[in-house]
């Protein structure tokens, strides 16, 4: 389909769309093709938009989702109807859940057959399945509202909180016409989707006094702050202050791991001794215990800088709460501090020893040279490797593979680390390497269980077929959190023994190691990042190694009926 195509001075759905996108900036397409969405990609690619082109939905959604948090604008995923739009859910709901801005675009099949429920081809009321899982979810029933539902579809996904929108297209909008002119008119140029909020001067004071009558201050920095793109502020405040700071997983990079004033090598002692917490961009969700007990402390106050009001109290009470944008925040923040906040020494000093004593205990586990290959020596065998690559982008995913990889895997740039995020969910990986080398146009090493990568293995193919330059490194110890015994049947935690991943690769013509000890790894790792080509790494590693659940073993169900013993 192109221009020409078009009859006389009309215009229709299909075009209206394209340009719409266009005409907000947006570059890149993920999805998957079929009814009624075939000639609206088709038309996009040939307008100029890249379309990346996933084999499920669900990984087109994810890449979709990430490419909004590394982008700051929100990432686009389109579907079919019916099952095409359920499965982009998933990374819709994903989005919102982590607050990256995304927009899920599906076609739909005819209203006036899908709401009397006549059986149409992939019938479904999309828009309200849709609702519970996003931000915003609008439906466009006019071409001319095409423009307006974009431009809905923008602010929602990027103001405030950012998170997941819906905007449903039927079928019949994409083909309707429209006079050219009275089309080109409708089109929104949004300005300014996500406008700077200040906070109010005096919750600025109140938070600048409860730090500075401190004694023992700690700052969690979360993605949200690195979402925020307020480095510079961030670390100034960090830097003049002298608080100690923790990142969040995808936090680390905000400021380097190597930084001394790091505390993420003495996480519990500084979370447990902390007399203020300041949370940016950082949720008190289960990542962070609730901020409960055994980990917390009851005395312990908090500030809380946050862009969305109803986050305040959800978990313990915030005696400073900060409502703004965290760029404007730190900023304000630099320009009150005057000296206020001492340093306070004696308290940084306990957590230089503690973080030196774990360096130390966990040296010993990470110098290991176990065969077979355990989590930390394979991991170490991955960072030795990376030590020279900081434009790397990590994905990393799996309940072992990702706890280790979170705490042996160091990051010296913001946003270069996406991984299972706010649910801890398996079957991001591809799709967040996929959307990471696209829109980075950077190297990307995706971490990942033999479990996990299952979720979205078939995505290699995409990799493939665009020539990303992503390494894929499965950490193979034959099952979900660890492997199966010889000779039993297979468990409901059991995955094939022996399984050459790495064939799955060169099937599609991208090149595929089998690694089994740790200096091979490291020459794999290194001689995949040189060639800027796909690679998957099968990395053999002993399946009695890592635990069930990971470092969440304890929220397994418990039966209350069992026998103490
Ligand atoms: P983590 O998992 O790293 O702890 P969360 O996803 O739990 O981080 O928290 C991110 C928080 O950041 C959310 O509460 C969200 O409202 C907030 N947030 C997102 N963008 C901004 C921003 N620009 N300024 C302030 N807060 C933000
Ligand atoms: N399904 C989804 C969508 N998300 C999940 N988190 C799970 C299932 C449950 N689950 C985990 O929480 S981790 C995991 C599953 C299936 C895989 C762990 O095995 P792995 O990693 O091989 O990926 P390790 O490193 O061997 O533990």
């Known amino acids: 389909m192109s221009e020409a195509e078009l009859s006389g001075d009309m215009t229709d759905g299909f075009h209206l769309v394209v340009d719409a996108l ?21 038309l996009a690619q ?4 890249r379309y990346i082109g996933f084999r499920h939905e669900q990984q087109a959604a994810n890449a979709a989702a990430i490419a909004g948090y590394l982008t700051g604008k929100p990432g686009i995923c389109m579907t079919v109807s019916a099952p095409g739009f359920l499965n982009g859910v998933v990374g819709l709901a994903n989005a919102t859940t982590n607050c990256f801005p995304m927009i899920l675009i599906s076609g739909s099949s005819d209203r006036n057959i899908v709401d009397l429920e006549q059986g149409d081809y992939e019938e479904m009321d999309q828009l309200s399945v849709a609702r519970p899982h996003c931000k915003a979810a609008y439906r466009v029933n006019r071409p001319q509202d095409i423009g307006v539902g974009l431009a809905r579809a923008i602010r929602a996904a990027c103001s405030g909180r950012p998170g997941g929108v819906y905007l449903d297209l039927t079928a019949e909008v994409l083909g309707s016409a429209l006079d050219a002119e009275t089309g080109r008119k409708s089109l929104i140029k949004v300005v300014d989707p996500a406008p700077a909020s200040p906070a109010a001067a005096e919750s600025i004071d109140r938070a600048i006094e409860l730090l500075a009558n401190a004694q023992r201050p700690l700052v969690i920095l979360g993605k949200g702050a690195a979402y925020a793109r307020a480095d510079a502020e961030i670390r100034s405040f960090i830097e003049t202050t002298g608080i100690p700071f923790l990142p969040m997983s995808m936090a680390k990079g905000l400021l380097p791991d190597d930084h001394e004033q790091s505390a993420a090598a003495a996480r519990s002692y500084a979370i447990g001794n902390a007399d203020v917490v300041m949370l940016a961009g950082a949720r008190l969700n289960w990542l962070l215990s609730h901020g409960r007990a055994p980990l917390w402390n009851a005395n312990t106050k908090f500030v809380q800088v946050d862009i969305s009001p109803t986050e305040i109290d959800s978990n313990r009470a915030i005696a400073a709460p900060v409502i703004g944008d965290i760029k404007s925040v730190f900023t304000a923040f630099n320009a009150a501090l005057k000296g206020k906040i001492k340093r306070q020494g004696p308290w940084m000093d306990e957590i230089g020893k503690r973080r030196q004593q774990n360096v130390e205990r966990m040296a010993a586990r990470l110098n290991a040279d176990p065969n077979p290959m355990n989590f930390s020596s394979a991991l170490r065998a991955v960072r ?12 990393n995913e799996g309940a072992n593979t990702l706890d280790f990889g ?8 913001p946003r270069h680390r ?10 991001i990986g591809m799709g967040y390497a996929v959307a990471a080398a696209a829109v980075t146009g950077k190297p990307v090493v995706a971490i990942e269980g033999d479990s996990a990568f299952g979720f979205s293995g078939m995505e290699i193919e995409t990799i493939c077929r665009y020539d990303l330059p992503v390494t894929t490194i499965i950490f193979n110890n034959n099952g979900v959190y660890r492997g199966d015994p010889e000779g039993m049947p297979y468990t409901p935690t059991g995955l094939l023994r022996d399984a050459h991943y790495e064939k799955i690769i060169e099937a599609f013509g991208g090149k595929g190691y089998h690694c089994t000890d740790t200096p091979s790894l490291t020459a794999a ?4 990042l040189a060639s800027g080509k796909p690679a998957l790494i099968n990395a053999v590693i002993d399946p009695t190694a890592g635990t069930e659940s990971g470092h969440i073993q304890s929220l397994n169900p418990k039966s209350a009926a069992a026998q103490k013993k």
Not at 406 to 413: F, T
Not at 418 to 427: F, R
């Open 46 to 49: 040939n307008e100029g938009i």
């Open 22 to 42: 266009k005409l907000n900036g947006v570059d890149t397409i993920f999805g998957v093709a079929g009814i009624p969405i075939t000639d609206l990609l088709r």
């Open 384 to 395: 030795n490797a990376l030590a020279t690559q900081p434009d790397v982008y990590i994905v």
């Open 406 to 413: 979170r705490n042996i895997i160091d990051m010296d740039k």
């Open 418 to 427: 996406l991984d299972s995020g706010t649910w801890g969910v398996m079957g």
């Open 525 to 528: 790792l290194t001689e995949a």
